[in-house]
């Protein structure tokens, strides 16, 4: 399922909703512990696991250069948020009868062609999150698919 768009007075808002059959705690551990994180993305690696805190964005070009991003919010079990270049993404998890739901939302300030590969990107990652919950090692990063959804994303935002 794609993510949701919506316009904002001052952004355009997209959403990820996903629902796993896995705990919470499994879910904030797939999510921010740096061994399940670079599983499902990684280039991402938490530094400073706070609100205010920090994390890195690696680069991955055989160069140790990396994108230092502040941690905006982090409540255990609950939130993780952090700045993404311009932008924002936050996830959201609530506890529910067979599961967990997780919310990813990215405010996206200044809408540019780049968006939906970062879109296409983030709907890869949470099937990638997916695996990880499921126990699957070493997943490939299905680079067909991620050019669909850069599609079908170009084609959601209009750019």
């Not at 924002?88 to 990813?104: A, I, N, W, Y």
Request: one cysteine or more; glycine letters at 4%; a negative charge.
């Amino acid at each position: 399922m794609l993510a949701t768009i919506s316009q904002q007075p001052n952004a355009t808002i997209a959403q990820f909703t996903r629902s796993f059959p896995s705990s919470v705690q499994q879910v904030w551990a797939v999510l921010t512990e740096n061994h399940y994180l670079q599983q499902w993305m990684r280039n991402l690696e938490i530094v400073d696991a706070r609100k205010n805190g920090k994390m890195h964005f690696h680069m991955l070009d055989d160069t140790d250069a990396f994108i230092e991003m502040k941690i905006t919010d982090y409540e255990e079990f609950k939130t993780f948020a952090f700045d993404w270049g311009k932008d924002h993404v936050r996830f959201e998890l609530q506890p529910g009868e067979t599961g967990t739901m997780l919310t990813l939302t990215e405010s996206i300030w200044q809408l540019t062609a780049h968006n939906a590969k970062d879109l296409a990107g983030w709907h890869i990652c949470l099937q990638l999150f997916a695996g990880v919950l499921r126990g699957e090692r070493e997943q490939e990063f299905p680079t067909e698919d991620w050019k669909e959804f850069y599609e079908a994303y170009t084609k959601l935002l209009n750019v």
